[in-house]
């Protein structure tokens, strides 16, 4: 797909998921960012604050098949990845798919459910298949999970487990919305839901190209070397009990080309992993109880510091252009 039909085809995303979710285009175009990279997603917030509208609009927006999880107390890991079922009449077990089985997966309040059922997503989110009884079965793609969660603090609440927090690309937050978008959902949303009226922009075929047009955007050799720099900074850090993995290396080039393509470039810039760093990296990193002793600051979360600190003290190579 030529960089121009992307480019023109990213946008229509943008401003039709911009109908439903007022004043979050960086959200928005970060939604976008992981789709087209082929990641998970992860949005973390408040209750109410449109965690599901969003996830649910990007799904609208392209036509492909969707499905929505409701996680709960009482859902079972086969409830998500399916289960095998004995016919009667032919004497034989059969596999009824379960919910995760569609191309866009909605994990509504993900860390509601069990630490058993949660992870039944690990082998889905990484290997984009399902194994049940010994049998594999391969995942349609393209296949993305778009999960909202809780803030840990809410009551209910399960804490998600590293190695499911380092499956997803992403984590953002929608925040609260200014005064005159507040204003404009009364209106908008008196009588019906704006999701209603929503339809897709992108057909299956196009997004499929799309993400293969994402994956040869091009990353120089200075730009991988610097963004293997600040992954293993993240390892050494004074204020971190955990780094990040080298899967967030990879995932952080691969979402630095799709931001690329959004902006309508085929090379990836140092500023593309700059601005990708907080919400590729912060949901992986634990910082240390001493840092979180003398954190008082309540303007930025305290991984949020470090990443920043992180970005400023490495060395961009020589060489390597700044966005214009």
């Not at 992403?170 to 949303?189: C, V």
Request: glycine share 6%; net charge negative; with cysteine.
């Amino acid at each position: 797909m030529p960089s121009s039909d992307l480019h023109a085809a990213a946008h229509a995303i943008i401003r039709n998921v911009e109908t439903v979710i007022d004043g979050k285009t960086d959200a928005v175009r970060t939604a976008l960012t992981v789709l087209l990279a082929g990641g998970h997603l992860l949005i973390e917030d408040v209750p109410g604050v449109g965690k599901t509208m969003l996830a649910k609009a990007l799904a609208t927006s392209v036509d492909c098949s969707v499905s929505r999880i409701q996680f709960t107390p009482d859902l079972l890991p086969s409830d998500v990845t399916g289960v095998s079922v004995f016919n009667q009449a032919e004497r034989r077990f059969e596999f009824k798919r379960g919910a995760v089985f569609a191309n866009i997966v909605i994990g509504d309040e993900i860390n509601r459910a069990s630490p058993k059922t949660q992870s039944a997503l690990l082998e889905c989110m990484e290997e984009r298949q399902v194994t049940v009884d010994g049998v594999t079965y391969p995942l349609t793609a393209p296949f993305t999970v778009v999960a909202t969660q809780n803030p840990i603090e809410m009551e209910g609440t399960y804490a998600l487990p590293e190695a499911q927090r380092d499956r997803f690309m992403a984590r953002i937050s929608m925040g609260y919305p200014d005064t005159g978008s507040e204003l404009a959902m009364l209106d908008s949303r008196d009588v019906t839901s704006p999701l209603s009226r929503l339809s897709a922009v992108v057909s299956g075929e196009e997004l499929r190209a799309m993400m293969v047009a994402v994956r040869h955007v091009f990353a120089s050799n200075a730009v991988k070397e610097y963004t293997v720099a600040l992954v293993r900074a993240t390892r050494d850090d004074r204020d971190l009990r955990l780094g990040a993995s080298p899967r967030a290396t990879l995932q952080l080039i691969r979402a630095a080309k799709a931001q690329a393509a959004l902006h309508g470039r085929d090379y990836v810039l140092p500023d593309d992993i700059d601005s990708l760093a907080v919400p590729v990296l912060s949901h992986r990193l634990i910082p240390t109880g001493r840092a979180l002793g003398h954190h008082h600051d309540d303007s930025a979360p305290l991984v949020e510091e470090i990443i920043t600190r992180i970005i400023e003290s490495t060395p961009v190579p020589a060489g390597l252009p700044r966005q214009p």
